[in-house]
């Protein structure tokens, strides 16, 4: 098994942050978005095999709930792991910051990514109807939680 590494994101990271988001996602964050470390509430990790960064999240904590903003894994990377290797770390951070609950949406066109979110206990609670754009209109955003007892 390879061996990884979750770190807090920083500054090195970013250009090959930016790099995985605009190659993971149909509709990538822009790159100001994704160079902002230091917005309220951050808490951003990378995941790195020695120095290349695999994958990543980005995070907000207000006042215990945290809600998962940005999620992406190198695209020749995916499939293999690590998102849930993600997910994980995203789980074991909010329980160690004392979490009351977790947040994030999924579109609903992302299947994989729905089931792993279920899989590790999120429950779907709402919709955001038409909310995400796609090549050919608009689709739903699936708002998912996990309450921490």
């Known amino acids: 098994m390879t061996q990884t590494s979750i770190l807090p994101m920083s500054a090195q990271h970013l250009d090959q942050v930016w ?33 290349e960064v695999i994958g990543y ?11 998962l903003l940005n999620i992406a894994v190198k695209p020749n990377h995916q499939s293999k792991g690590f998102g849930k290797e993600l997910m994980d770390a ?12 977790a947040w994030l949406e999924v579109r609903e066109s992302n299947v994989s990514a729905f089931g792993l979110y279920e899989s590790i206990g999120f429950n779907e609670v709402d919709r955001r109807i038409n909310y995400y754009p796609t090549a050919s209109g608009k689709e739903d955003a699936i708002i998912m939680s996990y309450i921490f007892f």
Not at 19 to 41: F, V
Request: glycine share 4%; proline share 2%; hydrophobic share 40%.
């Open 90 to 101: 995203f789980l074991v951070m909010c329980e160690h910051d004392k979490a009351e609950s």
């Open 19 to 51: 790099m995985i988001e605009r190659n993971a996602h149909s509709h990538p964050w822009s790159e100001t978005m994704i160079r902002e470390l230091n917005s309220r509430g951050a808490c951003h990790r990378v995941l790195l095999i020695e120095d």
């Open 57 to 67: 999240f980005y995070a907000q904590n207000i006042v215990g709930e945290v809600t």
